[in-house]
């Protein structure tokens, strides 16, 4: 997409009830229910569960109640095949968010974030990673970080769902 350059930011991210979502002003989790979630993300459209591409996404976390670490990669372009070893998940998933402003946000419509609003109106692809989750899962409220999410999303056509890599139990909790 022209006029697209690569941003990283790395922030901490409130994690509420367990999750943090990317969405823009479409968002509606009413009905939302486990049943075919890979237990990272979910692409959902509302009304309609999960489905490919969503309109919004949930990001499951360790972490019940406080901080985590996120690093948000804004992409012109699609990144490498995933590092598998140093994460112990990894989900793909495509989206069409509104036109509009998007976020990476929090419960509380908090984000330390940049708009993705150039990702709206058009497919792009969302790849979640996270590691340190059950460490997290097991302390419930915590007050500093113990789990890290990356998160890359770039321009690209929508494709089905990718579950890179599933090994953490707060994911098989969620099956």
């Not at 990144?79 to 946000?105: K, N, Q, R, T």
Request: charged fraction near 15%; proline fraction near 10%; charge should be negative.
């Amino acid at each position: 997409m022209p006029g697209l350059h690569d941003i990283t930011v790395t922030a901490s991210m409130w994690a509420s009830d367990g999750q943090y979502y990317l969405h823009g002003h479409e968002f509606d989790p009413t009905g939302f229910t486990y049943s075919g979630f890979n237990g990272l993300l979910a692409p959902l459209t509302p009304g309609n569960g999960i489905t490919t591409p969503g309109t919004f996404a949930i990001i499951l976390s360790g972490t019940e109640t406080g901080p985590l670490t996120v690093t948000l990669e804004l992409r012109a372009t699609p990144p490498p095949s995933p590092a598998l070893d140093p994460w112990d998940e990894i989900v793909e998933a495509s989206l069409h968010l509104p036109e509009g402003d998007a976020f990476l946000i929090d419960a509380h419509d908090h984000t330390p974030f940049p708009s993705l609003s150039a990702y709206t109106g058009t497919p792009c692809r969302i790849r979640a990673h996270a590691r340190g989750r059950d460490n997290a899962h097991d302390l419930g409220i915590v007050e500093t970080p113990v789990e890290e999410h990356l998160i890359q999303i770039w321009p690209a056509s929508t494709t089905e769902l990718t579950e890179h890599k599933l090994t953490d139990q707060v994911g098989a909790l969620s099956h």
